[in-house]
């Protein structure tokens, strides 16, 4: 039931993930739009409200995939745009 995490890493060397970055947690908004925010609170409850246990997470093309169980629904969230599609599985 956790919020879906996004990590930047401050570096780009092979010790990106040793050297700090920031961590935000997606949002839904109205309008099938979506935002990275640095409120965990505001993750945790677009989460319980929209994608419980959410899992198989995959990137591909600028898209990021993933499934919520209790729903059955598909997110697609477009990375460029900031807008997502759902699907019930």
Request: hydrophobic share 35%; charged share 20%; aromatic share 14%.
């Amino acid at each position: 039931n956790g919020e879906l995490r996004r990590f930047e890493a401050d570096g780009n060397d092979w010790d990106a993930l040793h050297v700090g970055g920031q961590t935000t947690y997606l949002q839904f908004l109205s309008g099938n739009r979506f935002q990275w925010t640095l409120n965990i609170e505001d993750g945790k409850s677009s989460a319980w409200n929209h994608y419980p246990n959410a899992e198989g997470i995959i990137y591909h093309n600028s898209t990021l995939y993933f499934v919520a169980k209790v729903t059955r629904t598909l997110f697609i969230l477009d990375l460029n745009d900031m807008t997502y599609t759902s699907e019930r599985t």
